[in-house]
């Protein structure tokens, strides 16, 4: 079971790549959902607003299962598929890769595109840092008050982070933690009188 994934820190913008008149500017975004890549692909379509091409690629999912490749006008297959294979070049996922393409009066031929287009993602995701993420799930336990010493021990051991704690006659406790901690502490929960817990899907 995957329980981590390779991805980028932060944004990297206005990568610039001149290749005989035509500039190649590159943008990297981390995402995460669908709104998060339309917030991102809008954002510099409004900031390019004059630029003769948008294409990029982008691959969300644990695999990179999700994933398209756009070349926007550009002859089929010589810039979104460029620009997807330095994601998976760099075995990254949950990334969108943007090069935006002002025309400089000189045709580039596929071939020439091929090469522009991946070397600007390439340079673009050069700039990144890249980084590992480790997978998180969310845990909710119910328990008798007089347990709850017991229980923040036991959650602090796995490294788990407490998000909402409430004591009523039951106290509950939502955390997150690593989903390689999961079966083990479901195993600890499961010996312990009283308690109730059950992880989010």
Known sequence: MLHE?????NPVENIL?????????GFAFPINNETELKT???????????????????????????????????PS???GLPIYNQLLAHEITN?????????????????GLVKAYKESAKMTLEDAEIITKELETEIRIQFNFDQQNLIFTLLSKFDAKILSFETLEK???NASLK??????????L??????CFNFAE
């Open 179 to 188: 989903l390689a901690e999961k079966e083990k502490l479901s195993e600890k």
């Open 5 to 9: 994934y390779k991805t980028i820190q």
């Open 17 to 25: 790549l001149k290749e005989k008149g035509s500039k190649f500017i």
């Open 190 to 195: 499961s010996e312990m009188q009283h308690i």
């Open 95 to 111: 990334v969108l890769v943007i090069s935006v393409r002002y025309y400089g009066g000189t045709k580039l031929g596929v071939s």
């Open 77 to 79: 297959g010589s810039a």
């Open 40 to 74: 991102a692909l809008e954002k510099i379509r409004t900031e390019h607003p004059k630029a003769t091409h948008h294409c990029y690629a982008f691959r969300m999912g644990l695999k990179g299962e999700n994933y398209r490749a756009n070349d926007d006008g550009e």
């Open 171 to 173: 106290c509950e406790i």
